[in-house]
């Protein structure tokens, strides 16, 4: 069971995160897609809570499109990984990317999925056995996906190493397999403290793409939930695939692909009660099952419900 404490502010954060993910895994659940189940799972995840005192237990999804289960796990990885990694002696961020690829299926994209670990699989291997004992190589990896326009995909890894000099030797190994990718995204940059893990940490791809609209003719950035059938199509290619890897004698946390896990978060600013039971309305909020009162004061802001508009529209929660 994984133990959270919550500080204050957070019944309105959590609520927040349980609208997302509700309006994620809608529109996925109208495809015709295998993992229809795996969506309706993220979409029911943590309907009810169970209070003592002032903690609150659930059930959760543990799916990669659950914003909620997603927090969990980055804060587990921080946790587990985080004393490990900020004890290098210089601890290194990396990414490696390569040209993007262009595929209209799960089976095309995994294939190049493959194929990039593979080559990430031959570097580790020739620091091991080939360059004898003159690079050792220990850190995490974490892959990522993300959309380009026309189908177009982007399939990168982030890193954290310990020692620049090995993480500009990965780098050159890696340009010497991907000739054609730009060095200059090839980045290394040091690690200083815990923040710098949510790079490494975060989710294996993004639920929102950024736009550019034309304003009182002003250019202005805005924000647009990712086609349902790309993310799909990115999350089949993902299916259970781990995310997150180590080498080098890192120790690992928790298998991510387990199918459920249950929470405890202790909630600073929750009344403390003898016991309660909330359940989720899906335009709204959390209920007492006991005085009927509303879980948080959270209301979703305009920008909120423009960003989602799909999904909102699809439960008439527009008003």
Known sequence: MVQIKENKNLKA???RKKWATQWINSPLMDLDSPLNSYYTNAFNCSSKLEQKGKVVTSKYCNCRTCITCNSIRTASYIGGYGGQVLSFKDAQFLTLTAPTIQCYDSDTLRYFIDA??????????????GQKGNIELKGIRAMEITTRPDDYYHIHFHFILDGVENAKWVKKQWLSHYPN?????????????????????????????????????????G?????????????????????????????????????????????????????????????????????????????????????????????????
């Open 13 to 15: 954060k959590k609520t």
């Open 116 to 129: 990039r670990e593979s080559i990430w699989r031959k570097i580790y291997e020739n620091a091991r056995v």
């Open 181 to 221: 990718a730009e060095p200059y995204l090839q980045v290394i940059k040091p690690i200083t403290s815990q923040g710098g893990l949510l790079e490494v940490f975060k989710y294996g791809t993004k639920f929102i793409d950024s736009e550019k609209k034309i304003v009182d003719g002003k250019i202005v950035k």
């Open 223 to 319: 924000y647009k939930i990712v086609a349902p059938e790309r993310l799909d199509l990115i999350i089949r290619g993902l299916y259970k695939k781990r995310l997150i890897s180590t080498f080098g004698g890192i120790r690992r946390v928790k298998d991510e692909n387990v199918n459920e896990i249950v929470v405890e978060s202790e909630i600073e600013d929750l009344e403390s009660l003898e016991f309660d039971t909330w359940l989720w309305v899906n335009d709204a909020d959390w209920y007492s099952t006991g005085t009927g009162e509303k879980f948080s004061d959270f209301v979703a802001s305009k920008q909120f419900r423009r960003v989602f508009s799909d999904a909102y529209k699809k439960y008439n929660l527009e008003k």
